[in-house]
T-cell receptor, first 109, second 114 residues
Framework: GQNIDQPTEMTATEGAIVQINCTYQTSGFNGLFWYQQHAGEAPTFLSY??LDGLEEKGRFSSFLSRSKGYSYLLLKELQMKDSASYLC??????????WGAGTKLIIKP | IAGITQAPTSQILAAGRRMTLRCTQD?????MYWYRQDLGLGLRLIHY???????GKGEVPDGYSVSRANTDDFPLTLASAVPSQTSVYFCASSETSGNTGELFFGEGSRLTVL
């Protein structure tokens, strides 16, 4: 079957750096997405990786290793507003999105 | 402001009742989707539409139906609601199906079936 694994919850300190990991096993691969979802709100797009390597976008970076079925989202200079759930999703060979359950990130002052 | 509008925002419903969740987008996106989100689980696709006039079944379609009469509207109907359909429902759209672009989500409809 298809599976996306990410930690359920993480805690970090304001101003610090945190890395959220995602491992996947899917039928084919057409890219990996990260979305941010604040409590009670809709998910919003953060990043898309289809080739190996690091994509940087401001304080957020996303890394992909297709051979290892692994990605991470790196958040730098953490702010209180970064408290949210981070959803990893993989597009399979049928262009269907398979979603992880999300990682709830708690930022402490 | 362009985007996706869902209604109602929340609803409490008696089991056995019929319910339609409305979804409208003004971005002229071809593809639209309905997901449900439950605690501890990833988003699960209920139904999708690649373009107006076509629909398809997702991962968890049983008990739900959809229609896509035009580009903008994609309502989701629960013919006879059951408690297991208690969830948060998100409508989403993308420019085309099968592409690798981002999804745009509505704000969600929280449905409680008693």
């Amino acid at each position: 079957g298809q599976n996306i694994d990410q930690p359920t919850e993480m805690t970090a300190t304001e101003g610090a750096i945190v890395q959220i990991n995602c491992t996947y096993q899917t039928s084919g691969f057409n890219g990996l997405f990260w979305y941010q979802q604040h409590a009670g709100e809709a998910p919003t797009f953060l990043s898309y990786n289809v080739l190996d390597g690091l994509e940087e976008k401001g304080r957020f970076s996303s890394f992909l290793s297709r051979s290892k079925g692994y990605s991470y989202l790196l958040l730098k200079e953490l702010q209180m507003k970064d408290s949210a759930s981070y959803l990893c999703a993989v597009m399979d060979s049928n262009y269907q999105l398979i979603w992880g359950a999300g990682t709830k990130l708690i930022i402490k002052p | 402001i362009a985007g996706i509008t869902q209604a109602p925002t929340s609803q409490i419903l008696a089991a056995g009742r019929r319910m339609t969740l409305r979804c409208t987008q003004d971005m002229r996106h071809n593809a639209m989707y309905w997901y449900r989100q439950d605690l501890g689980l990833g988003l699960r696709l209920i139904h999708y539409s690649n373009t107006a006039g076509t629909t398809g079944k997702g991962e968890v379609p049983d008990g739900y139906s959809v229609s896509r009469a035009n580009t903008d509207d994609f309502p989701l109907t629960l013919a006879s609601a059951v408690p297991s359909q208690t969830s948060v429902y998100f409508c989403a759209s993308s420019e085309t199906s099968g592409n690798t672009g981002e999804l745009f989500f509505g704000e969600g409809s929280r449905l409680t079936v008693l």
